[in-house]
């Protein structure tokens, strides 16, 4: 995508302050949009990035943050959904509160967000909805049934999104990032026995051989999001070194 290809388009991005959604924050702006970031923590203070603190999982916040996005940027073209948190465990292993909490960040964030932005897309010649899903969705992770199930119903909901607003020209889309090396994913491996034999873990399930960088997901995210992309319609872009479809022999001894 040329360095100027959103030039003009104004974008909202959920859960903008670190990780994929920074650095979609970050590719969206060099690459000519106006952005305004909606998470609970502060962006890094930088040109071009303008926060507004939005909690998804409360509808009121929801609302009142993108009412002021939207002031700031006089419409919208891009809604990038985000903004999501993790879980570890089977099904025996998380609580019913807990399971309750990420379903109302993962998915009925998505849900709450896109409610409230569609008036002013509606109103776009280039609107795009980006989601960001998850490899869980269609792929059996040990211990990650919860989070699995929230990204699974966020690839479906992207696909029942896309044939809702296909016709107002409204396109919605999904990526499905692998392991992505984020604050979350850094997080998870401090906690561990072995943080180093944690990470090789991770680094082999993926065929290309290391964790997925914050920007290789954003500049999926991007090409979906621009009018490059206007006949990409429900799709989920795997951003995921060959997990997905990818089966490599194992190694000889």
Not at 2 to 23: C, M, W
Not at 100 to 116: S, Y
Not at 140 to 163: E, F, N, P, Q
């Amino acid at each position: 995508m040329a360095s100027d290809g959103l030039k003009g388009l104004r974008a909202i991005v959920t859960g903008g302050a670190s990780g994929i959604g920074l650095a979609t924050a970050r590719l969206l702006v060099a690459s000519g949009a106006e952005v305004v970031v909606l998470d609970l923590a502060e962006p890094p203070a930088e040109a071009g990035l303008v926060a507004v603190r939005c909690d998804v999982a409360d509808d009121a916040s929801v609302r009142a943050a993108l009412g002021e996005a939207l002031a700031q940027l006089g419409g919208l073209d891009i809604l990038v959904n985000n903004a999501g948190i993790g879980a570890q465990g089977t099904v025996e292993e998380n609580s019913d509160e807990e399971w309750r909490r990420v379903f109302e960040v993962n998915v009925l964030g998505i849900v709450r967000v896109t409610r409230a932005a569609l008036p002013a897309l509606r109103a776009s010649t280039h609107a795009a909805i980006v989601n960001t899903c998850s490899i869980a969705a269609t792929a059996g992770l040990v211990r990650r049934a919860l989070y699995s199930a929230t990204k699974g119903a966020v690839l479906a909901l992207t696909r029942a999104m896309a044939a809702d607003h296909v016709g107002e020209s409204i396109r919605v889309n999904c990526v499905n990032p692998g392991t992505v090396e984020t604050p979350w994913v850094t997080r998870l491996l401090d906690q561990a026995a072995d943080p180093g034999a944690e990470r090789a873990a991770l680094v082999a399930r993926q065929p290309h051989g290391r964790l997925v960088q914050p920007e290789e997901v954003a500049a999926a995210i991007a090409y979906l999001a621009s009018p490059a992309a206007a006949s990409t319609v429900g799709s989920a872009l795997e951003v995921d070194g060959g997990m997905a479809g990818v089966r490599l022999p194992p190694p000889r001894p």
